[in-house]
């Protein structure tokens, strides 16, 4: 359990490092225990992150990859997040909802997001992808809410 509560940390910690605005409680210590703002855990295993609408700037790394546990992603309406998403960002095997629209990420959408199998909620609308749209979504089983729209993708 120390493990995974340190790797909690650390990945939270670096997150904030690389974003602007974070929420002001935000501040040291554990993240699930002390209740940061829009972070959801189960036991010391983050399970969520909320922060839709919160003006965040930056971008996703690769550091977000390191939360296993992790079922909903909800950065959207947040314009100053951009970049590209992680490439591996099908390694977050647990994810429910990602929901992203109305921020500024750009470039293809990663081909492993077909590995995201519990996914229900997929919302990239609102960005800057470009490319074509991954075939791997097919593979999205139990996918219920698709939007895609308003970016510069092409492809059935």
Known sequence: MEESLSCSMVVLQSLKKQWQN???N????DPCGRKWEGIVCSGSHVTAIKLGGTNLAGSLSEDILSLSELQ????S?????GGP???EIGALKNLVNLTLHHCNFSGPIPESIGSLHKLTN???SSNNFTG????SIGNLRNLVWLDLSENQLHGP
């Open 26 to 29: 935000w501040v040291k210590g």
């Open 132 to 135: 074509s749209i991954p075939h």
């Open 22 to 24: 974070t929420p002001p």
């Open 77 to 81: 309406n947040n314009k100053g997040l």
């Open 122 to 124: 997929l919302f990239l």
């Open 72 to 75: 909903i992603l909800d950065l």
């Open 85 to 87: 998403l992680p490439l």
